[in-house]
């Protein structure tokens, strides 16, 4: 038989992974000195995991690699080594190399063997400071110290409770038997009167005989597992027994000299592996979700069947309807129940992104000779699985901002009279169908001053412009901000605020800045729980109808013509109390024909796209909605204005409005920088 | 047809030995560590069980000494996949009630060949 | 209006492609026209239905149509070709078809007078179009076949489908 190894390698992959993780995170638990045992215990057990897994699946690499961190860690657990920073630093820096190794492997790509070689070094030299660091991983293959000869006689008593570790005599003797011919001979003189005999126990011995060429380390190998368990002697057929020799020969056999070779240390692979890697992410999914499903489904199967019965009675009589009412109502809320337990499955706990904080925090206040403290909290708030793979470089760019920028030195903190350790918190909850994820920190707070300095010296504000605190903070999130001199290498190689907010508002999100000077400043990140469906308003222009997000929406109102000023004759603005917001004709940036043109006789939507306000003139509002998000790319290609499909009630399609875009869309249509022109609308219908 | 339980941390070598285990037709239940597997063992019987040692929540040792005191598991093989092929590994093993190991890494092959041995 | 009937192309039918050489066509009217697309491309002939409008696209695309919960953009062949409009009508299908690209492959639709024939066609009976005149760009046409001594113009779709606005590369610059 032989098993295909390759088709493990995807679950090894997956657990290996998430094992680096858990070392990672770990040892940045680590107390120097004293280290606590448990938390050894848990990098013990992920590096023992993946040397045991790598071998067997034979990435030898890997294998020999994990090897010496696994030595490393063993002789902390049993106290023979203190952890110093030094074995911290050194093992983190093999979880790196272990992850990259393991990607290059899964990915087919190159192994960067000079720097695996450079860290096993590193490790070598650690555990080279300890003579008895070389553990023998001892081979299988037994000396063969016994030379060939007419065959064996042996000895074998079992002491009284070797039955009880499962070992059978008789496979031993069948096994022998396989060497060659054995003769069986039983002693019974131990067995006691029947008043003592103790069913479990043994009181047998044998003394075989095995007749042929055998090699002696074959009958020691069917004897390994019962040494020390019985009382063994294995003499050579044509010598006599020597007095000399004692009960327990086969260890003292096994303690002559092995060459200590480390299995671990077996020559190279010598061929590339050639694993189909398709690449098919995987989500690990908790049964009680699956149960969930399962009775969910089950619930579903009485409803159906219920209102199947009804549909076959031979005459619908009046009385029915109600039931089919309640039928029909039961449905819909197994179906929405059913919808919400299937988007949980992709739903995945945020600790997966916050994960790879603390070691960003210890890396980082390392070179920037900070002291930081990082608390999370909420890590097990749960959110779709694409949405977490998106937050994480915002979330990153967020943290080391506040690394960087927030926190200040240890001096000028005590100077301050703050506690010398800064402390940055990462908090994440859940409110309504969103994920809010804060980052605090308790640094300087952001500098008011050189913001609106370096926004005027960009033309982003006027000198004479009266800005509230949080408009002022929130200019830092635009993509005029100059980040050149804010930004150092550690924040970001020139990705500034802006992305970090374009690509938060990409995925349907906000995210917002408070700060108090002295005191430090947060970040307000918040997300929709998942991409796959969105909370929508149905509206109608001409014959079509579109969806607006509603987190999208500040709301919606009746037109009152005498607040509509044109400027300048062709664009129309809208005045909203104090605001005045442009007027974007939906039918007229998509062409679309209606018979709708007067203010009068349609609706303005008030909507909000990366902090521009536009007022949007549709014909009618119709009902909210959640929708499932379809991709318009798949089959077709991305269109300017709309952000996907979703199919109705009805299994008509209706298109979902990206706000920014059409923002984008309105302002390239006409000549000026004002959206929604009269004539234009005039023409295009 | 004789039952398995397998037992181990890792959900590869899990896959492992029990795709390996169901393709010479015999039974197999899984669990992922020593607690599940005295859960499991409590309610249902078994012909052999194979336990990584090193496993969150109860090791292989202590999983093996809490099984023997089983009655339907005082005398059947139990064995340990084990790294440790050091001589007091295997004595510990042994004192907590191990028939024997199967030293990690192994193959398919030499795993069924363990299999069939104390299984006969 | 209205009409979705529905049938599908049960190309093992036939039975005559394993004849080396040979490939199956499903052939379709447009303005007194025969034209032929392979087979194994079809994936479905629908009725036409009420499509949805994609907002500033020309007018050959029709818009998109909901096809067991995927979105598969329709386009009307007849408008593609500057050929007169026509009222779509009772016999008026959308043949569904794969259109490979360098990307992978997309579903799209193409609406059509109606359905005709299934032909089998070897290569050799494929000759090159000559600049014939037709109302199609011959840089979607593949060849032309003669079948039982009339004229099939047997269509190169996936030029025809990737070209213009229909190109993926459109939304990779975005």
Request: net charge negative; proline share 4%.
């Amino acid at each position: 038989m032989s098993i295909d190894m390759k088709q493990f390698l995807v679950t090894f992959y997956e657990e290996s992974f998430e094992g680096l993780d858990t070392m990672e995170t770990e040892l940045l638990n680590l107390d120097i000195g004293e280290a606590d045992s448990e938390t050894v215990n848990t990098i013990f057990r992920a590096a023992h995991s993946i040397k045991g897994g790598s071998g067997t699946f034979g990435l030898n690499d890997v294998a020999s690699f994990t090897h010496l961190m696994e030595t490393l860690l063993d002789e902390v657990r049993d106290g023979r080594r203190q952890v110093s920073q030094q074995i911290v630093d050194v093992l983190l820096t093999s979880v790196d190399v272990l992850r990259d190794m393991l990607s290059a492997l899964r990915d087919e790509g190159e192994v960067d063997m000079a720097r695996v070689q450079a860290v096993q070094q590193l490790l070598d030299e650690l555990l080279g400071n300890e003579p008895e660091a070389a553990e023998s991983a001892a081979p299988q293959e037994s000396n063969s110290t016994g030379a060939e000869s007419q065959g064996w006689k042996i000895h074998f008593r079992p002491h009284p409770d070797m039955l009880q570790t499962g070992n059978d005599p008789v496979r031993m003797f069948r096994e022998l038997a396989l060497l060659g011919e054995l003769k069986i001979e039983c002693d019974t003189s131990g067995l006691p009167t029947l008043d003592k005999l103790v069913a479990e126990e043994s009181y047998l011995a044998w003394n075989l005989e095995l007749h042929g060429d055998v090699d002696k380390a074959s009958i020691d190998v069917i004897f390994e597992w019962v040494e020390g368990d019985c009382d063994l002697v294995v003499d050579p057929m044509a010598s006599q027994p020597a007095a000399a020799q004692t009960d327990n020969t086969v260890t003292e056999e096994k303690k002559a000299p092995e060459p200590a070779t480390s299995t671990a240390k077996k020559p190279p692979p010598s061929e590339k592996r050639h694993s189909t890697t398709t690449e098919s992410s995987s989500i690990r999914v908790s049964i009680d979700k699956i149960d969930d499903l399962i009775n969910m489904m089950g619930e579903l199967v009485i409803t159906q069947s219920m209102l199947s019965q009804l549909g076959e009675a031979e005459e619908f009589e009046t009385a029915q309807i109600e039931k089919l009412r309640d039928g029909l109502s039961q449905l819909e809320r197994n179906t929405r129940e059913m919808q919400e337990n299937v988007m949980r499955i992709r739903m995945l706990p945020i600790s997966f992104a916050f994960q790879r904080f603390p070691r960003l925090v210890h890396d980082l206040s390392g070179t920037l000779h900070k002291k930081i403290e990082l608390k999370m909290s909420g890590e097990n708030t749960e959110l779709d699985k694409t949405v977490m793979e998106k937050i994480g470089d915002p979330l990153v760019h967020l943290v080391r901002n506040s690394i960087d920028h927030g926190i200040e030195s240890p001096e000028v903190r005590l100077a301050a009279g703050k506690d010398e350790m800064g402390l940055i918190e990462l908090n994440a909850c859940h409110e309504g169908g969103n994920i809010i994820i804060e980052i605090i920190d308790d640094g300087a707070g952001l500098n008011r001053e050189r913001i609106i300095e370096k926004a005027i010296s960009n033309g982003l504000i006027n000198e004479d412009d009266s800005l509230s605190d949080e408009q002022i903070y929130d200019l830092i999130f635009q993509p005029g901000f100059s980040t050149a001199e804010v930004v150092s290498d550690v924040s970001g190689r020139g990705v500034g605020m802006d992305v970090v907010r374009r690509n938060i508002r990409a995925l349907g999100g906000s995210v917002e800045v408070t700060s108090r000077p002295g005191q430090g400043s947060k970040f307000t990140i918040r997300l929709p729980l998942t991409l796959a469906i969105l909370d929508g308003q149905s509206v109608r222009v001409g014959n079509d109808i579109y969806i607006i997000p509603l987190v999208s929406i500040i709301e919606s109102l009746q037109v009152n013509p005498a607040d509509i000023n044109s400027l300048r004759g062709s664009a129309d603005v809208y005045r909203l109390r104090d605001e005045y917001i442009p007027i974007v004709r939906v039918y007229d940036i998509f062409n679309v024909h209606t018979e709708i043109k007067n203010w009068e006789d349609g609706l303005l939507v008030i909507v909000e796209g990366e902090g521009i306000k536009v007022a949007l003139f549709v014909d009618d509002l119709l009902g909210q909605q959640q929708v499932v998000i379809k991709s318009l790319e798949t089959n077709f290609k991305k269109v300017e204005g709309i952000s996907g499909a979703t199919i109705l009630g009805d299994g008509t399609v209706a298109l979902i409005l990206d706000i920014a875009s059409m923002i984008q869309l309105s302002r390239d249509n006409g000549p000026e920088k004002t959206p929604g022109r009269q004539d234009n609308a005039e023409q295009a219908a | 047809m004789a039952k398995i339980l397998a037992v181990d941390d890792s959900a590869s070598m899990r896959q492992m030995v029990s795709f390996t285990l169901k393709g010479a037709g015999f039974d197999v239940v899984e669990a992922a560590d020593g607690v599940e597997a005295l859960g499991k063992a409590k309610s249902q019987t078994f012909d052999l069980v194979i336990s990584d040692v090193n496993m969150p929540k109860m090791d292989g040792l202590t999983l093996i000494k809490e099984l023997r005191k089983l009655p339907a598991f005082k005398f059947i093989p139990m064995l340990m996949l084990t790294t440790e092929s050091t001589a007091d590994k295997k004595q510990e093993g042994r004192a907590a009630g191990a028939t024997g190991w199967i030293v990690k890494p192994f193959n398919p092959e030499q795993l069924l060949a363990t299999i069939k041995k104390v299984l006969g | 209006m209205e009409e979705s009937q529905s049938m599908t192309i049960e190309t093992g039918q036939i039975g005559v492609s394993e004849l080396a050489g040979t490939d199956q066509f499903l052939t379709f009217v447009l303005a007194g026209e025969e034209y032929g697309v392979d087979i194994l491309r079809v994936q479905e002939i629908k009725g036409w239905d009420a499509v949805t409008h994609i907002p500033n696209t020309p007018e050959y695309i029709r818009g998109v149509m909901n096809l067991r919960g995927t979105i598969v953009p329709i386009v009307d062949l007849r408008i593609r070709f500057n050929m007169e409009k026509l009222e779509y009508g009772p016999v008026t299908v959308v043949i569904v078809l794969r259109v490979d690209n360098t990307e992978g492959s997309r579903i799209m639709g193409i609406v059509v007078d109606g359905v005709s024939d299934v032909y089998n066609v070897s290569e050799g009976d494929i000759k090159p179009s000559p600049d014939f005149g037709s109302a199609v760009n011959t840089a979607f046409v593949k060849g032309l076949a003669t079948v039982d001594d009339k004229m099939v113009i047997i269509m190169d779709i996936d030029q025809l489908l990737n070209s213009d606005e229909l190109s993926i590369m459109d939304s990779m610059t975005d």
